[in-house]
């Protein structure tokens, strides 16, 4: 039996630029998928300064649209634009997107295999052994989970969660008057379920359209994306695809590793909690995880991860708590100048939520809103 340096399990974001960090530093690398690529994920699509950072060496970004203007509304109304001096947000399909990186992992040495599915995995003192549906079996040193929140892998580590959302999104085919409404522009609009919050992304001939909320909270959740739909006059346009994902947010002292199978992206539950942006933690710390094995250092995996990402979810996780309780303050807040800015530095990967959040003057004003009383709802 062949027996890899490294296998990923999970040919998505976070696997693909595992592979291709670990690749590019000669560690023989093997990548199964249980899709078969190009393949539809739930998912916005949007690519903040951060996530076009990571990737600018590997792919050329598949951008449908360079988005410089943003709506908000406050569950569909008092609403305003902004507009930022460069492009904030680059909007890609990630049926697109994945394959390029797909397409990159494979030109630095990883071998790809599609249509494989894991069902199990065991570690022994000589590394870890995969078992496949069909029977086969994969030995490698040292596997990476990149295979979802619910993945085989995040179960395997012990993956905990302190935040799950359900997030429902809609492909709508636009006509050439709606691609020109809302070219370069995105819609934010934030919903009548504590810390929901719905969103329109241009995509050239599409729209996504999707609301995100805390699970258990189903049926208003449906209900908003319909009024939300409705408002937008769109409710007449048959979708290209109509789902629904769960996203997950680690608790902060969940593991990252087990043995010699460490987790990344949505299999170790590394999101921002408030936005639930997911792709930009899936390629760093694909990135980090990659770079970890290739030094034959997976303790030092954990370290990056927590100087790096966790900082940054702390402080997502203090946002939210002020959204879920305030959020007309919240919306309030993003008309300012000040607001405005910190919403522009995040969007282009200028400073982190865990930098503005350490600024003096911005603790004191969160402080404040600590003592107001919650929003009424509705």
């Not at 007309?328 to 405005?340: E, K, M, Y």
């Amino acid at each position: 039996m062949v027996v890899w340096d490294l296998a990923v399990v999970g040919g998505g974001p976070a696997g693909l630029t595992a592979a291709h960090a670990a690749a590019r530093a000669g560690v023989r690398t093997l990548v199964v998928e249980r899709a078969t690529h190009p393949r539809y994920k739930t998912c916005g699509g949007g690519l903040i300064g951060t996530s076009l950072a990571e990737v600018a060496d590997r792919i050329e970004v598949p951008a449908h649209d360079h988005v410089d203007r943003v709506s908000f509304t406050r569950d569909g109304r008092r609403g305003f634009t902004r507009q930022g001096g460069e492009p904030l947000v680059a909007m890609v399909r990630r049926e697109e997107f994945d394959d390029r990186l797909r397409a990159a992992a494979i030109m630095a040495g990883v071998e790809v295999r599609e249509g494989v599915a894991v069902r199990a995995l065991e570690e022994d003192p000589e590394g870890v052994r995969l078992r496949m549906a069909g029977g086969e079996q994969v030995r490698a040193r040292t596997v990476i989970g990149a295979d979802g929140s619910s993945g085989i892998t995040s179960r395997h580590v012990g993956v905990r969660h302190r935040q799950v959302d359900l997030g429902l999104e809609l492909e709508l085919p636009v006509p050439p008057a709606e691609q020109r409404r809302w070219r370069g522009r995105l819609l934010l609009d934030w919903g009548p379920v504590p810390g929901s919050y719905a969103w329109v992304f241009p995509k050239g001939d599409r729209l996504t359209v999707g609301v995100i909320a805390a699970r258990g909270q189903g049926e208003r959740t449906r209900a908003y994306l319909r009024d939300f739909v409705d408002r937008l006059g769109l409710a007449g346009v048959t979708p290209e695809h109509d789902s629904g994902h769960l996203t997950r947010c680690r608790t902060g002292d969940s593991p990252l590793r087990r043995g010699r199978v460490l987790v990344v992206g949505d299999a170790a539950g590394l999101l921002e909690p408030w936005s639930r942006e997911g792709i930009s933690y899936a390629l760093r710390s694909g990135r980090l995880a990659g770079e970890a094995v290739a030094a034959d250092d997976p303790d030092g995996y954990e370290r990056e991860v927590r100087r790096r990402l966790v900082p940054e979810m702390r402080a997502g996780h203090r946002l939210l708590e002020v959204f879920e309780r305030r959020p007309d303050v919240f919306h309030a807040l993003l008309a300012t100048p000040v607001g405005w800015r910190m919403f522009v530095r995040f969007c282009q990967g200028r400073a982190s939520f865990a930098d503005t959040l350490g600024r003096r003057p911005v603790r004191a004003a969160l402080s404040l809103l600590d003592r107001l009383p919650a929003a009424r709802a509705g």
